[in-house]
Every structure is written in C-alpha cells, then in structure tokens.
C-alpha cells in the first residue's frame, strides 16, 4: 500500500482508508467469518444472474487485489470500470495498466466517462455510459456511503466489501460482504468456480434466501463477543 502510494496508484487517503479496515479485521480474528461466507455467496449468484454486472475499481482494489478481479470478472461475465474518488488522469491510466497487466480485455471509466450519476459531486460521479451507468448490478468494494447510496437511488442492486459493518455503505448495501478483500477477492473465485454448473433457479433461490439486514445483525454480534 505504502509503495502504492509512492507509484501514484493509492490515494494517501487510502492509506487511512486501509488502517480503518485493519482496525475491524482484528474485530474479526483477520478471517473469514461465516456470515462472509454466507454473503459471497449470495454476491457470486446475483453476479452470474445480472445481465450487466460492472465491477468499481478504485487505487487501494488496484493493488491489494488486481490480478484476482480481473480473473473473478472474467469468470461472472462482468465489466471492470476505474471509478476514483480522487481522480486524475494519470492514476486512472496507471490503474487500467494494472487491469490489463493482468489479463482485462477492456477497462471502462478511463477517459470516457460521459454519464453521471446523479446526486455525486466531484470525480467519483462521473462514469461510463456503457459501464457503470447502465448496469444493474454494481461491485463497489472499499467505497464511501454517498456512492453506495447514489447507486441504490439508482436502482441498481450494490454488493460491497467493506471490514466495517456499521459503514453507511455496509448498512445501505443490497449485500455487504464484511472481511478483508485479500480474503474475500479469492474465496469469490471459487464460489464462482463451484457455481459454474448451477441452474439459474438455484441461484434465484441464493440470492431470495439471502438476508442481509440479519446477516450484519449477526456480523455486529460476533465482533463485539470477540471484544
Ligand atoms: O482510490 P480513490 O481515489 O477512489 O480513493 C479510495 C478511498 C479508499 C480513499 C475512498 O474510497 C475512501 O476514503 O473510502 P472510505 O470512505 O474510507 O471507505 C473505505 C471502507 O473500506 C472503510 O469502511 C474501511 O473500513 C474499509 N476497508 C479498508 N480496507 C479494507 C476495507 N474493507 C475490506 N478490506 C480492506 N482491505
């Protein structure tokens, strides 16, 4: 994270934005907890059933986890998109570089970003008309409240990773996967990998079962008897 920042990749607010995190993981022994679990695998199935998912890149998903969202993308069908809170042209190129270091065929939100989204001031509003604009299933890992609550206004079914289940984000989200994304990015990948063969109505069934309001209640619950 640290040479992240130095490379012009990581926001330095994202080195704060990752010592939050940090502080949550010890909440939760820094492994993947069972209501995880439970919401990745909700996040995997509503994924593979959206007919445009478009997963959100920002600088600090760049470098913890690029190489395994490019290989989960490829593996759900969805688009990746650089959408930066503090954006410039120059972070945007270096995190498509990234993106393609690893294996993306395109990267959308990097110069292109004609659409906007409505109530989001400042760079992070901005997005791709063919990208995060039109679709129905957005993956904002790591992201600030306002977005994720833009996004819902929007429509749009939002999955998120987020360490800290009392985030606005967490608590606006359609599912709100609470682990590290070092963790979270891989363990997708297999679910996704698992649910390859499943019949659409299983993963109907998934995704209706599938509680989030509970699933945090609960996540809440085991990181304070841990304390
Ligand atoms: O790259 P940019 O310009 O788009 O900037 C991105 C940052 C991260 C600076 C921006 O999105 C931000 O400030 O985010 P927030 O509002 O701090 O929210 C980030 C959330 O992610 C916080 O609730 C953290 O607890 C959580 N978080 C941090 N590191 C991790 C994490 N969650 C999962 N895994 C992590 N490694």
Known sequence: MVQGVKDGIVAEAGLIAYGRGEAFDYLLGEKTIHEAESAMKAAVAMLMMSENPVMSV??????LVGKELVELAKKLNAKLEVNLFYRTPEREGKIEEILLKHGAGKVYGVGNKTEKIPGLDSGRGKVDSD????ADTVFVPLED????????AMKKNVITVDLNPLSRTSQKATVSIVDNIVRAVPYMNKIAGEYRELDSKILEEIVRE???KSNLEKTIQRMKADI
Do not use: H, S, W
């Not at 409240?145 to 819902?152: F, P, Q, Y």
């Open 145 to 152: 409240g306002d977005r994720t609550e833009a996004l819902i």
């Open 58 to 63: 920002n600088g600090n998903v760049a470098i």
């Open 131 to 134: 990208g995060i604009f039109k």
């Open 210 to 212: 599938y509680d989030n």
